[in-house]
């Protein structure tokens, strides 16, 4: 059974939030998704800056076997991108919920407003023993 971490929040599309301060998320991909996934390889993120809305593309991930859409489990504004995972995308396999993060994400409101929708530890639990 894949890790999941009981202080985070969690997408259907496998992606991870987790406030890290009243208006700033930080997302990434869950242990069960990179290891549906395999070996990551190559990541593509958005730009610092850019505008994102609840569920759009967040950019690419690509593993030995596939390529995956990443999306964003909460609407803002891109403050920061984990840039050291272009050079060592393996990160995301050896540390999904650390080093492996990919975004922060400043929203409008508050976090707790932004993250309302997404799914506790146990409904994620759940969603990926199905």
Do not use: C
Request: proline share 3%.
């Amino acid at each position: 059974m894949s890790e999941v971490k009981d202080q985070l929040l969690y997408s259907k599309e496998h992606e991870w939030a987790e406030a890290v301060s009243a208006n700033t998320v930080r997302v990434g991909i869950t242990a069960f998704a990179q290891e549906q996934l395999g070996d990551i390889v190559f990541l593509e993120l958005p730009e610092v800056g850019a505008k994102i809305a609840k569920d759009d593309n967040l950019g690419t991930i690509e593993s030995v076997k596939t390529v995956s859409d990443l999306y964003s489990p909460v609407a803002g504004v891109i403050t920061k991108v984990n840039n050291e995972l272009i050079d060592s995308p393996e990160k995301v396999n050896s540390e999904p919920y650390g080093a492996g993060w990919m975004v922060e994400i400043e929203v409008e409101g508050s976090t707790e407003e932004a993250l309302s929708g997404l799914l506790t530890a146990q409904q994620y639990r759940e969603l990926t023993e199905e």
